[in-house]
Each structure stands twice: as structure tokens, then as C-alpha cells.
């Protein structure tokens, strides 16, 4: 910010790369993740050891990694692709980026601007229209001039609730180009929702007989857990996990944690019409993955919906909606609802059935190891749809911003997600559950965590082919597809070729022997569990 500031008061010129840079500096960017080519050599030239520069060997895994930086730090994450095909490596991660509501600015190179009528080589027409609809702002500037401007600007909207990714496209010759500097500036992120609203809400839920919450990832994201529970202990009422909600929802070791929602409607409907209120807090009402009846829309249940996104609002079929940050909402209706007495009876689930030890390895049965050996301060990212079902059953996450997975359903974000968690929090461990067929989509995110040495436990479960397709297979009755089956992957060679020690467990002895060691161990280190193939029916 020094900088700047001194050459705005001098009246200095500086140059495109210049100015940007202390644009960095004066919003607290110490980290750049990126994939280099040609047309960002001239904003690479000359890097400042003041920023770290985190390398990624292929463009989805850099996207990944700054999603995992920025949830971990609650800031916009900074991250460099190469132009045209570069970004088009990364559209999967930026789309989950969107749903997980990441905040970041993607910066990809452009070729020259003399260059770009002639269709150019690596020239991408229209290229601020490449991303979309799945970044919140998108922009080649006009002028080279503009440039540290555009990237402000969207830095700045990337940090406006909801959070997401934001995209500017940058030619090769702005960087060098002379500019004025940047004013810095503050921009507030958070906006309460209306207190009327809020006060008409506190009314209805006084006078409700029987209430339920259900609870997305908004929750954590805004760090508005602790309130969050605050309003539930005074209404004694059940929590239940929102479908997909891919953060932390509530303490699930709490007494009234009353466990996950299918992404079903008919389930859903069956759970939460026997309440005559329900209230919907950081998630849609409702996320489904499979079609079919619900008896909401026609019951006499009442739905109050708080969220900070005001799509989701607009989206929900029925309720009323409160747009605005759950971190002043919250406590604004705890204040004013009327407390109830305790209950005679918690809602806290029943405690997970130890699983049968066979030869072989069960699902169940790894998850079951998995959660004994995991502590409250342990980090999840999860990246196995297969097998989720068993492991909320037997994993259970005790504190906030400990558990992450993907809200886009697109595989190939869990493993660079989790290394760039851990570039975030580097004295943290970090664990990263993967299945054997999500590894393969970002597998090169191994090799930064390793040049990192980060503690970074990676467990693959491999049952020989995606278990996802295997179980919708058998929920939607289809049968004899092609390509979900997975042979002559040797993970154990992938990961000691990316510098990474590994082993494999094959059998329920060997698991015993070995897994506890395993999760002691610190560094980069990977274990590939070879499970049974067992169908888990999703929904």
C-alpha cells in the first residue's frame, strides 16, 4: 500500500504490472497460484519475494488449490491460467468454485492486442464471455491502462456475499504498459437483512408448536456458527444437514443434531412435514439430485428461509426469504425469540453400529478405523459420493470449518482443494478422502503438496470403478453401462513418481496393522485402501 500511495501523492506514473502488484500488497496478497505460459511472462517477470508463487501442473488443480486457500482464509484467493485452452482446463473447478461459493479472481493471459483480429494463435475471441455464467464478473478491459482497475474491481465483487470466482483477461503487452496508480479503498462485504423482517420471523417461530432447522454451508462460511447454535439451544429444536451442504453444518456430537437430509423430495418432504415450522438457515430450500413427489408445497408447514444469497431466495418454491448476512441475522433472532425448556429427550443420533471385521475390507469398516483415528481438530476434505452415506454415519465432525467437500458435484476438486487448505494453514492437518476414480481427475496436486512437504494425509478408496454410477445403476434400474468400471490403476507408482511416499492395504489385517501408523506419520504421504466394491444406495 506504501507504494501507492507514495506515487499518488507524487504524481508518479507506474506501470500496468506495477500498480497491480501493489494492489496485492494493499489487500493482503502474500500467495499466487498459477500454471505459466507464454502470455503471462511479462507480469511473471521479475517475481517479488514477497509473494509466494505456488506452481501447479495443470490448471484445474491451480483453480482447486486456490478454492481450498480461500475457504481456508475467508479472503479472495489470486490465481493465474494461460490463455484460451488454459482456462478451458480449468472450467470444471471454476464452476465448482462458483457453487462453493469461493471467493477468487482468475487472471489469464491474452495474446497481444495487435495480434488478436487475425484469430491469432492462443488468442481467444470474446474471452471475458469464456467463463460464463459461472463467474460473477468478467472482463478484458478496453484499454491496457484499465487493468488495474478491472482487477480490483474484481476483486472487490468476488468478496461480496455470496463469494464466488470473478475473471479478468489480460493481453500480453498491458503489463508493461504506464498507468496512474491505485487509490486503496474499503468496500464493506456484509449487509444485515431487514429488521422487520427479522421481527415478524421471531414472532412466527414464538408461537410455533414443533420446529426444525435445516442448516447449509452458509453457515460456516460466514463463521456464524457459534450463533447459529445459540438460536437452536434456545428453541430446543432438531438440526438437520441441508442436501450437499458441502462445510460444516452444525457440531454433529451436539444433542440435537439430529443428522443429514437425502437429496430427495419425497424424503425430505416425509422428514420435515411433521413440523408445523421450519427454519431454513445458509442453504436452498431444498437441493435435490433425483426428482420426485414432495408434500411440501401442500402442507401446513411454515418455512422461514435466512440466506446470504439472493438467488437462492428467489429460486426457494415457498417460504419466506431474509436475504442478508447470518452473522448479524442470527444473533438478531436469538435476541428476540421466546426460550424453551429443555428437552426431556435429545435428538443426537444414535451412536454408529461397529461394523463387522471381514477379510476383506468393507466400507463400513474403513470409515468405522477412519473415525477413531481422527481428531476434533482435523481437517476432511472428502471427495468420495459413493461412499458419503456411511461415512456421515461414522465420521463425525465435531468443530467449525473442519469438514469441506465439492457443491458442484463435479469430480476433480477434493485433493487440490485440500492442498491448497493446507498452503492456507500449514501447521494443520490436513486429511483428503478421495475414491480412486476422483483422484484421476486432479492427480498433479500431489506433486505441489509435496514440494510444499505439507502434512497432508491422501486416502484413496479404491473399489475399482465409480461406486456412484454403480449405485444410481441400481436406483434408476438400468443396467449393463459401460465405463464405470476401473482396472490397472497402480496409485501406490502414480504417487512415489510425484515424489510422494505411498502404500496400499488390501485387507482388513493389514488395515489394522498399518492405518494408525499411517495417520500418525506427518509430510506428504498417500495410502491407497483396497475395498470391496459394495453398492451404497445413495438416496
Not at 486456490?66 to 482446463?89: C, I, M, P, W
Request: aromatic share 8%; hydrophobic share 40%.
Amino acid at each position: 500500500m506504501t507504494s501507492s500511495l507514495n506515487a499518488r501523492k507524487s504524481g508518479d506514473w507506474t506501470t500496468v504490472r506495477e500498480a497491480t502488484f501493489d494492489f496485492f500488497r494493499s489487500v493482503g496478497v502474500d500467495t499466487f497460484f498459477g500454471n505459466p505460459g507464454s502470455t503471462e511472462l511479462a507480469m511473471l517477470d521479475r517475481w517479488p519475494e514477497d509473494i509466494r508463487y505456488v506452481l501447479g501442473l495443470h490448471e484445474a488443480s491451480v483453480v482447486g488449490m486456490a478454492d481450498g486457500y480461500a475457504r481456508a482464509t475467508g479472503k479472495a484467493a489470486f490465481v493465474n491460467v494461460h490463455s484460451a485452452a488454459g482456462l478451458g482446463h480449468a472450467l470444471g473447478n471454476v464452476y465448482t468454485a462458483y457453487r462453493n461459493r469461493a471467493p477468487m479472481v482468475i487472471i489469464a493471459g491474452q495474446q497481444s492486442r495487435e495480434l488478436l483480429p487475425n484469430q491469432s494463435f492462443l488468442g481467444a475471441s470474446n474471452a471475458a464471455d469464456f467463463p460464463k455464467p459461472y463467474v460473477k464478473y468478467s472482463i478484458e478491459p478496453a484499454r491496457a491502462e484499465d487493468v488495474p482497475a478491472a482487477i480490483a474491481h474484481a476483486y472487490r465483487i468476488a468478496m461480496q456475499r455470496p463469494y464466488g470466482p470473478t475473471f479478468v483477461s489480460v493481453p500480453a503487452d498491458d503489463w508493461n504498459v504506464r498507468c496512474k496508480p491505485l487509490v486503496p479503498r474499503q468496500i464493506s462485504s456484509k449487509t444485515a437483512p431487514d429488521p422487520r423482517m427479522i421481527s415478524d420471523a421471531a414472532t412466527t417461530i414464538s408461537s410455533a408448536k414443533s420446529i426444525a432447522f435445516v442448516v447449509g454451508a452458509e453457515v460456516d462460511e460466514e463463521g456464524a456458527g457459534d450463533a447459529l447454535v445459540r438460536l437452536v439451544e434456545r428453541l430446543q429444536a432438531p438440526v438437520y444437514a441441508a442436501p450437499f451442504a458441502a462445510r460444516v453444518t452444525f457440531p454433529e456430537h451436539h444433542d440435537l443434531f439430529a443428522g443429514f437430509l437425502p437429496a430427495a423430495p419425497a424424503k425430505v418432504s416425509s422428514t420435515l412435514t411433521k413440523y408445523d415450522l421450519v427454519i431454513a438457515v445458509g442453504a436452498p430450500v431444498f437441493t435435490y439430485h433425483v426428482p420426485g413427489p414432495s408434500d411440501l408445497l401442500d402442507s401446513d408447514t411454515t418455512i422461514i428461509h435466512l440466506t446470504t444469497d439472493p438467488d437462492a431466495a428467489s429460486s426457494a418454491p415457498l417460504g419466506t426469504s431474509i436475504v442478508g448476512s447470518l452473522a448479524f441475522g442470527l444473533p438478531m433472532l436469538a435476541d428476540l425469540v421466546d426460550v424453551r425448556p429443555a428437552r426431556s429427550e435429545p435428538f443426537a443420533r444414535p451412536k454408529p453400529v461397529v461394523p463387522d471385521r471381514g477379510t476383506h475390507i468393507s466400507p463400513d469398516y474403513f470409515l468405522h478405523r477412519l473415525g477413531r483415528e481422527m481428531t476434533d481438530d482435523t481437517v476432511l476434505f472428502e471427495e468420495t459420493p459413493s461412499v458419503r452415506p456411511a461415512l456421515q454415519d461414522h465420521v463425525r465432525i465435531a468443530n467449525w470449518n473442519r469438514f469441506f467437500t465439492m457443491a458442484s458435484g463435479g469430480l476433480g476438486y477434493g485433493l487440490p482443494g485440500a492442498v491448497g487448505f493446507g498452503l492456507a494453514q500449514p501447521d494443520q492437518k490436513v486429511i483428503c478422502l478421495i475414491g480412486d476414480g476422483s483422484f484421476m481427475y486432479s492427480p498433479q496436486a500431489l506433486w505441489t503438496a509435496v514440494q510444499h512437504d505439507q502434512d497432508l494425509a491422501v486416502i484413496i478408496l479404491n473399489n475399482g470403478g465409480y461406486g456412484a454410477m454403480r449405485s444410481f445403476s441400481k436406483v434408476l434400474q438400468v443396467r449393463d453401462v459401460p465405463g464405470i468400471e476401473l482396472r490397472g490403476l497402480d496409485f501406490v507408482e502414480l504417487a512415489r513418481g510425484m515424489g510422494c511416499p505411498a502404500d496400499r492395504v488390501t485387507s482388513s489385517d493389514e488395515l489394522d496393522a498399518r492405518f494408525a501408523s499411517f495417520m500418525a506419520q506427518s509430510g506428504p504421504r498417500l495410502l491407497e485402501v483396497v475395498i470391496d466394491p459394495e453398492i451404497q444406495i445413495l438416496y
